[in-house]
């Protein structure tokens, strides 16, 4: 009940938001805000849940962001036709990884997925067909509603705020399926769950496959707000740092972890650029550096895991009051 | 075999040789503590840059840099263990993944943020220009850094297999609470592990820094050469990262040179996927 309260007023907030603060400034962070959250969300399905830390994520993005920016520029469709080929990319990409990978220690995934990553990065800038180190672009005067190019932000806003619902259905829904407990199982203790039947390997490679295909929804949607891929705004190792950092610092496992991780530093790297201008791009990750190191070392849950200890006492005195 | 594939060969060799010596250090903290540090190359590129410093602020060459890279290092690796490592060792995989890639970006762009993005390089000359050996022309600097690597890798495997050192190390990693009942303390081996293993990048750093591009990012290949080495010769055996930093280093400079500059990455890249699918434990390790 007090779940459902919260969740309410959250997402009137959520809801309310862009019509209350409505500069183009604040609209545009928000938009933002939903697309981390998205990309974050959807990491959180293979790091956060089944416990695989996914360092290359940006791979499945850029698959996303390349299909919507190719299904224009290379078949003067809308971008909204390459999502299907996106997910599909992604999530061929992430069995492709992921089956020879899941079955070794955590760390080798982690590698793997950081060297798939820089490979793709490599190729797609030395492919011409795929624009090469410049990139695809999008419709510059959108010709139809379906080529989703606006000038505002609050279509972009709307539209993110309705796909990170999905985001988070799903991830709800798999969570408290029988796939959740077997990954909360595999989490634990990997031997124990796979000596009572759970399909260790295969689970995780549904999670991985999951989270990638999503992954590659908000690479598309990123694409068509910006207008363009390039390879360093579609595969640059910096956006799998972002997601991964937004979800960990939220708390990787947990629904709103993601969320939370998000509206923290999207609006700090926002105001931080606009502050230091070009010179605090070094420094943004800088601190980002830090921030993985200090909830590595003092707080691997995040912050929400923070409420969350604080909570339990609270709810046994509850328990104990009650006739 | 023509001329040019030999000069080729022989580049690969001296180059292997270091990523070898720096692979060396991963595969040892790999090996002894089951932690891959993922910001391995990036303390290479502090080896690189305490070179760079050395030379614009001293005028000093590499038996300056050299020395005093594999010392700034060593003692950044202490610092690392104590600080980071000896905690989220015994923390899940996610602290321990996060740990050492969130340290990989702390330093990568606290040295993008001092210095910029800019490519630095060291005099040509640094080490005594070009000379030709057999017909070979062989560049001072790589010869160097290729002949000061191989001999301290080697210096490392023997350390590692005829010291009481090296017998104390191996105890700790085989069962560290049994290493304790005999007397060894797990948490000083572990720290020395850390520092030869930093102490390796620091002085492949500097020997590199010579010959190579300087930039920030340069860590993140690195790394990933340094992942393919380990996977590639096993984890944990110093002698399997020394074959397959030659190897490494040979197909390295063969793509270079048959496909092209651009590809030599994606080659080595491809590699290592295909060694994580088919023989993830090495051409020599055990599983």
Redesign the interface.
Known sequence: MRRLLWLSVVAAVAIAYPLLLSSPFQQRLGALVLLYAIAASAWNIVGGYAGQISVGHVVFFGCGAYAAMGAYAKFGLSPLFGIPGGIVLAAGLAAVIGVPTLRLSGHYFSMATIAVAETMRLIVTNTDYLGAAVGLSGPTVPRNIFDLSFLSSLPYYYLFLVILAITLLITWWMANSRMGFYLRAIKDSERAARSLGAPASRTKLYAFMLSAALTSVAGALYAMMFGFVDPESGLGILISVKILIMAALGGAGLLFGPLVGAAILVPLEEISNSWLGGKGAGLTFVVYGAIIVLIARFQPGGILSLFKRRAKPNVDKGAGHAP | MSFVLVQVIVGGLLLGAVYALFSSGLTLV?GMM?I?N?AHGDFVMLGMYVAYVVYTLMGGGPILGAPLATLVLATLGVIVYF??IR??MK?????????T??????????V??WFG?NFLSMPQDIVGGTFAVAGLRIEASRLLAGVVALLVTFGLHLLLTRTSLGSKMLAVAEDATAAQLMGIRPDTMQAIAWAIAAGATGLAGALIANFFYIVPTVG??L??VA??TV?LGGFGSVPGALVAGLLIGVIESLSGYLIGA??K??VV??L??FF???R?QGLMGKM
């Not at chain 2, 923390?91 to 740990?99: E, S």
């Not at chain 2, 890639?101 to 606290?110: D, E, H, K, M």
């Open positions: 790999w089951n891959v993922f600080g980071l905690d989220i923390g899940p995989m996610l602290a321990q993944i996060l740990g890639f969130g340290l990989a970006l702390l330093l990568r762009y606290s993008f943020w993005a993140e290949t790394a990933i992942f393919v996977s651009v590809y990455d994606i890249y491809v290592f996927l994580l699918w088919f993830p």
